[in-house]
């Protein structure tokens, strides 16, 4: 039966329900929310203090947010942790800071005191619909926390960002069920020495029915902020090891390079997993190399460290992607889990007309020789920069000078028929 109570039971304001019944659309006025806390604080806070703490919590924050707004606004406790009110004629930047000010000093639970950390988003009152409005307000507030502001107007564009985002990532499940909605492509790794193809990355793609072609760099963080990346990752494993299979009976001796997520390896079993794939393929483990960023070493995890041990047991190459951006840098290089190292494309770039990216990069190539690391230099553009690499012994190339990522058959025909990448001479 709904509860027809207009008054939360907590801090004894009026709640949502009540919000609504209220609610009348005001051009000019604007509705603006403040939320207490992030629901992860929150849920720490839970486990620290209990339950009856974090009722005090709610009912503390009320009082500190009405002594900020005077009694002759009305203000409502629509969910745990969010308070909304409505200004008539706008929400003033005095009125704004002064709640911030407010706030400032922690909140006094039960002779605990508790830093708040409080976000507040505000929106115009123009739309006819309650809930439409409490959810742009909503998301404005996300987007103070997000940006570390002390206050956030409704964006539009970034709400509709989010709501993209958001519808993305509930149809990617069912895109991994179809069968013409993902798909790999590969680029080409050469040997600089040969000039020769030696190995591939596997790069996904996802074509949507709507939207159309999806840049990974937008989906795949999506999909690694939730359980979503260990099926993501279940699926690009089992289509790059299937092709690998399919050219080695083909007589195309390939390595595979597969991006794996940091999350993947902080699961036990992630090795057996891909050892079964491999079987089930009838593909070698000396044909895959997994590539992984810089970020699975941060999490210093024990698991994680294993897992990638187990996986160089088995024959399987280990790449570190991306080397040089993240938190790693040269203080992981010496002790790295890892076969190879990909000097990421921001220095590559950079080469031809920056000395010092030049001098860093020629000196990691020596380093890592000398740790017995092999090194793959990847977004070369250019011959000159192809050049610079060879004249440093650097032992494999990627980029667009040399190839884009190719579908899988026009990937068969480059190699068949390889471009005569220019070495150097003598």
């Known amino acids: 039966m709904m509860n027809l109570n207009p008054f939360d039971v907590i801090t004894g304001l009026p709640n949502r329900q009540q919000f609504i019944a209220d609610y009348e659309a005001a051009p000019g006025s604007q509705l603006v929310m403040l939320t207490l806390s992030d629901a992860k604080h929150f849920n720490q806070l839970l486990r620290a203090i209990?339950?009856?703490y974090s009722e005090d919590f709610m009912r503390v924050g009320a009082a500190r947010l009405r002594a900020a707004m005077g009694h002759d606004i009305t203000i409502y406790h629509v969910s745990i942790l969010s308070f909304v009110f409505i200004v008539p004629g706008g929400a003033t930047?005095?009125?704004l800071q002064k709640i911030v000010e407010h706030f400032k000093a922690p909140l006094v639970c039960g002779g605990i005191p508790i830093a708040p950390d409080i976000a507040l988003g505000f929106t115009d009152c123009a739309d006819f619909n309650p809930s439409n409005v409490l959810r742009a307000a909503l998301a404005a507030a996300q987007d103070c926390r997000n940006n570390g502001a002390d206050w956030a107007?409704?964006?539009?564009?970034?709400?509709t960002a989010h709501q993209r985002g958001f519808v993305l990532l509930s149809?990617?499940?069912?895109a991994m069920q179809a069968s013409d909605q993902l798909s790999l492509h590969f680029q080409p790794k050469y040997n600089?020495?040969?000039?020769?193809?030696?190995?591939?990355?596997?790069?996904?793609?996802?074509?949507?029915?709507?939207?159309?072609?999806?840049?990974?760099?937008?989906?795949?963080p999506l999909a690694e902020a939730t359980a979503h990346i260990h099926a993501l990752t279940d699926w690009v494993l089992r289509h790059a090891i299937a092709q690998a299979g399919a050219w080695a009976a083909k007589g195309m001796q390939l390595s595979i390079a597969i991006n794996i997520s940091p999350r993947n390896l902080t699961r036990r079993g992630f090795g057996r997993q891909i050892a079964q794939i491999l079987q089930n393929c009838g593909v070698s483990p000396s044909s895959i190399e997994l590539e992984f960023t810089e970020g699975a070493l941060v999490l210093n995890d024990q698991i994680v460290l294993e897992e990638l041990q187990a996986l160089r047991h088995?024959?399987?190459?280990?790449?570190?992607?991306?080397?040089g951006t993240g938190f790693a840098n040269f203080s992981y290089i010496t002790h790295l889990p890892a076969d190879i190292i990909k000097i990421d494309k921001s220095f590559i770039q950079?080469?031809?007309?920056?000395?010092?990216?030049?001098?860093?990069v020629r000196s990691l190539i020596e380093l890592a020789h000398n740790l017995d690391y092999s090194v793959v230099?990847?977004?070369?553009?250019?011959?000159?920069?192809f050049k610079m690499l060879a004249d440093w012994a650097c032992d494999e190339a990627q980029g667009f000078y040399l190839s884009p990522p190719l579908d899988a058959v026009r990937f068969s025909e480059v190699i068949k028929f390889p471009r005569q990448v220019k070495l150097k001479v003598g």
């Open 50 to 52: 209990g339950h009856d």
């Open 93 to 95: 930047l005095e009125r």
């Open 153 to 159: 107007r409704y964006n539009r564009k970034t709400d």
């Open 171 to 174: 149809q990617l499940p069912a």
């Open 192 to 220: 600089m020495a040969t000039g020769q193809p030696t190995s591939a990355e596997a790069l996904l793609r996802w074509k949507h029915p709507v939207f159309g072609n999806i840049s990974p760099a937008e989906f795949i």
């Open 314 to 323: 088995t024959g399987i190459r280990i790449a570190l992607d991306d080397f």
């Open 350 to 360: 950079k080469i031809g007309s920056d000395h010092r990216s030049a001098l860093v």
């Open 377 to 385: 230099a990847e977004g070369i553009e250019t011959e000159k920069t």
